[in-house]
C-alpha cells in the first residue's frame, strides 16, 4: 500500500493558488488570465478525489478575466461533480471577490479583506500640461466618438455618461451573481454593493462568505485526517525567468520598454495599496 504522500487511500484535493492583479497590467506585464489558469484548472478538476481547493490573493482588475475565470471553474465543476473550496488569503476583492464567488464554501481569514462590489475606471487628464509646454495635440478620427475619453482632451460630459453607463451594465452583472451564488446567506445591508470592503470577519456576517478558517482544518473536517493537499500550477519557463517576471529582474537589456514596465508595476501596486497592502 503506498503512503498517504504518495496517495495510497488518502483523499487528494488539488489546489490552485490565484495570485495578483487580474488581467493585463501593462504592455509587458501580464496578470492573471482564463489563458494562464485553463491548464492548472483543467488538470485539478481531472485529479481523482471529492474537491477543488482554490486560494485567491487578489485586489481585482478585468472584470472580464474575472467573469471568464468565475465561469470556467464553475463549467469544470459541474462537470466533474466536484466540490470547490475557496480560501481567501490577504485579499479578495473586486474581481478578485468575483471569482471566489466559484467557491461552494468561501474561507477567510479574520484579517481577510473582501467584497469591493463596484466598478471604477480611473485616469488622467493632460490638457493643461499640454497647453503649458505648448504641445498641440492632433487627432484625427472617422467617427467622432472614436477619440472618447482622450486624456489629452478637454473632458466631454457625453463621454461621462457613456461610460458610466458602462460601468452600470457591469456592475449589474456583477450584483446579479453575487445575489445568485449566495442566495439566502446574504444581509440585506445598505452598502452591500457600494463598493465598500470590509474584514473577513465582517464578511461573513453580510453572508459575502462563509466561515473563518484555514484550507488544510476545513478540508480535514470535511474529508478526515488523510487528506493530503497537491499544488497545481505552471511553472515559469526559463527564458521568463532570464527576462525577469517581475519589473528588477533579468537583464535590462532584454526588457523592451522599462517606462511602460515602470508604470505598470505603478498601477499594480495602487490596486494593493487601496487595501491597506
Known amino acids: 500500500m503506498l503512503p498517504p504522500a504518495l496517495g ?12 495578483g492583479a487580474i488581467g493585463a497590467v501593462g504592455p ?9 489558469l485553463a491548464g492548472p484548472l483543467k488538470k485539478a478538476f481531472a485529479m481523482r ?13 478585468s472584470p472580464v478575466q474575472s467573469h471568464l475565470i468565475f465561469g470556467r ?22 474581481g478578485g471577490y468575483l471569482i471566489a464567488l466559484a467557491g461552494d464554501e468561501i474561507l477567510v481569514d479574520p ?40 486624456p489629452f482632451q478637454p473632458e466631454r460630459e457625453s463621454d461621462v455618461v457613456h461610460l458610466k453607463a458602462l460601468q452600470r451594465d457591469v456592475h449589474d452583472m456583477f450584483i446579479h451573481l453575487v445575489r445568485t ?6 444581509v440585506e445591508d445598505p452598502a452591500l454593493f457600494t463598493g465598500a470592503f470590509w474584514s ?30 497537491r499544488p497545481v500550477g505552471g511553472r515559469r519557463g526559463l527564458v521568463r525567468s532570464l527576462v525577469g517576471g517581475r519589473l528588477g529582474h533579468g537583464s535590462a537589456m532584454m526588457r523592451p520598454d522599462l517606462a511602460q514596465a515602470a508604470l505598470a508595476a505603478v498601477e499594480e501596486r495602487a490596486l494593493w495599496a487601496r487595501y491597506g497592502l
Open 28 to 36: 509587458f506585464r501580464q496578470g492573471v488570465t482564463l489563458a494562464s
Open 73 to 94: 471553474i464553475r463549467a469544470l465543476a459541474e462537470e466533474s461533480g466536484k466540490t470547490v473550496i475557496v480560501a481567501v488569503e490577504d485579499v479578495a476583492a473586486s
Open 200 to 229: 473577513g470577519l465582517r464578511g461573513v456576517e453580510l453572508g459575502l462568505v462563509d466561515r473563518v478558517g484555514d484550507l488544510r482544518s476545513a478540508l480535514r473536517a470535511r474529508y478526515g485526517e488523510r487528506v493530503v493537499l
Open 181 to 186: 451564488r449566495r442566495g439566502a446567506r446574504l
Open 8 to 19: 495510497g487511500d488518502a483523499v487528494i484535493v488539488p489546489v490552485v493558488r490565484i495570485a
Open 49 to 61: 478525489g471529492p474537491a477543488v481547493a482554490i486560494t485567491i490573493n487578489s485586489p481585482g482588475g
Open 111 to 150: 484579517s481577510s479583506i473582501v467584497g469591493s462590489i463596484g466598478v471604477v475606471s480611473a485616469g488622467f487628464g493632460f490638457v493643461g500640461l499640454l497647453d503649458r509646454l505648448g504641445i498641440e495635440r492632433r487627432v484625427h478620427t472617422a467617427g467622432e466618438n472614436k477619440a472618447m475619453l482622450d
